[in-house]
């Protein structure tokens, strides 16, 4: 890893240097205003873009039941926002990079704008997909620059730490907010329609307050590899969707080939491509490995679990939309406030450690869920709820930070892209699982054991492997 600590600082100096002349790092010095600006701006739009990813969770039932979605295609309407990110992280980033920050980050909110106001006009269940995916890709474009952005902005090591641990606080913001607000609507229609002209009018400010930065070497968008990772990730979540209804049928075996060879060709495409969207030999590099199971392993066993959960708590304990809102409102709001704290802690404890316990905390706090749904008790809930949080909390906190040090500084975009796509594969894995083991048993509670279980085991094996995978000396 030292060449790329090396690389990292040398692009630093280079492409950051305006800002870096007025960010010091100092502690006792405060930020100019364009700074600040940049940070409020790309830390409020991904917030938001959080929030309407999340909105689903509690309107799920008033959902389906408007677009007369059965349950064997429900996943498809909380799986299509990950959809689209997954798909269009990794070219988001190098699009980032190499043809602007600023000017990705503002076509990526104007069009999450417009496609989330789509979205209340959808009346059938593939055309309120289509919507959430194309939600997706525009996040896709935010969550890539945003973090380049920052970076830019904030090339003083510790200040960087301190910008991302925002940033990572308002990720777990927005996760929880986002419910709570659809949750209060009057319709899940209203709803999407308040978030797509929030967003259009924070577009509006940041056309103003942002300032555009790019990668010294400009290149070529994959647009290729784009196609071909989207194309395998389409596929396995389709599998997964299917396999609910029955593993060994023969589209669930076709479709699970053809994401196996999709994903060699796109290593294919990738090793072989001018500018490709990733960079393979960075899976050379343990601490890139760390971060990428850091995030698949959050989507896999965290998003996954929690997605789902208000929707089961609706239809298996009777809560409303608004009461579920409240209660995952717990589990998340914790999570906002210890990313927020945490990161004055960056300095002593590494961003690893942090992933490793939170994902122990995220075990040990669902395995408290154990017999909630069965007892019909949602105050059985909290003790797991809070314990869960914190781990949320670390977890969020700790992916920026190790995401954007796994890469040099001319590639953050990349390396935030590579992460998150990791992350959201295993959200869409994580939610059709989830499904599918709540679904496969013959009651609902134990299913939802079953599925607590699953995340909790996930969830130990991902701490294992962040620990492992440290840099060599």
């Not at 280079?14 to 800002?19: E, S």
């Not at 909380?78 to 190499?98: E, I, K, R, Y």
Request: aromatic share 6%.
């Amino acid at each position: 890893m030292a060449h790329l600590e090396q690389a990292s600082t040398g692009s630093a100096a280079k492409t950051a240097a305006p800002a870096g002349n007025a960010t010091s790092g100092s502690p006792a010095e405060s930020p100019p205003p364009k700074v600040r600006a940049t940070l409020a701006l790309t830390s409020a739009v991904t917030a938001v873009a959080l929030m309407i990813y999340t909105a689903p969770m509690v309107t799920l039932p008033q959902t389906a039941a408007a677009l007369h979605t059965p349950l064997s295609a429900q996943a498809w309407l909380l799986n299509g926002t990950p959809l689209g990110l997954a798909a269009l992280l990794l070219v988001g980033g190098s699009l980032a990079d190499d043809y602007g920050r600023r000017r990705l980050f503002l076509s990526g909110t104007i069009a999450l704008g417009l496609t989330t106001a789509a979205g209340a006009l959808t009346t059938t269940t593939w055309w309120f997909t289509a919507s959430r995916i194309a939600q997706g890709a525009a996040s896709a474009a935010i969550l890539a620059s945003s973090l380049g952005l920052i970076v830019h902005a904030f090339p003083a090591p510790q200040a960087r730490r301190r910008a991302t641990g925002v940033w990572g606080a308002c990720v777990s913001g927005g996760i929880a907010v986002g419910p709570l607000v659809a949750g209060a609507m009057p319709t899940w229609r209203i709803a999407y329609a308040v978030f797509g002209v929030v967003t259009l009018v924070l577009a509006a400010f940041g056309a103003r307050s942002l300032t555009e930065t790019r990668a010294l070497n400009g290149g070529r968008p994959d647009i290729g590899g784009a196609l071909v990772f989207s194309l395998a990730l389409g596929a396995l979540v389709a599998a997964l969707t299917l396999g609910r209804d029955g593993w060994f049928r023969a589209p669930v075996g076709i479709l699970l080939a053809s994401a196996v060879v999709l994903t060699g060709i796109f290593g294919i495409v990738e090793r072989r491509g001018r500018a490709p969207m990733i960079d393979l030999g960075l899976l050379r590099h343990r601490r890139f490995l760390a971060s990428s199971a850091g995030g698949l392993f959050t989507g896999l066993a965290v998003i996954g679990l929690f997605s789902f959960m208000p929707a089961l708590l609706q239809r298996s304990i009777g809560m409303s939309a608004i009461g579920t809102a409240w209660l995952l409102m717990l589990w998340s709001g914790i999570s906002f406030l210890i990313a927020l704290q945490v990161r004055r802690l960056a300095d002593r404890v590494t961003s690893r450690h942090q992933l490793a316990l939170g994902f122990v905390l995220h075990a040990v706090g669902v395995v408290a869920l154990l017999g909630s749904i069965a007892a019909h008790s949602w105050t059985r809930l909290l003790p797991g709820l809070i314990v869960a949080g914190i781990g949320s909390g670390l977890l969020n906190a700790a992916l920026p930070q190790i995401s954007v040090e796994s890469v040099p500084s001319a590639k953050a975009a990349m390396g935030s892209g590579a992460q998150q796509t990791f992350r959201y594969i295993g959200s869409c894995a994580g939610v059709a699982m989830t499904i599918a083991l709540v679904t496969s048993a013959h009651d609902a509670a134990d299913g939802a054991d079953l599925a607590v279980l699953v995340s909790a085991g996930l969830s130990l094996l991902a701490a294992v492997l962040v620990l492992v995978l440290r840099d060599r000396d």
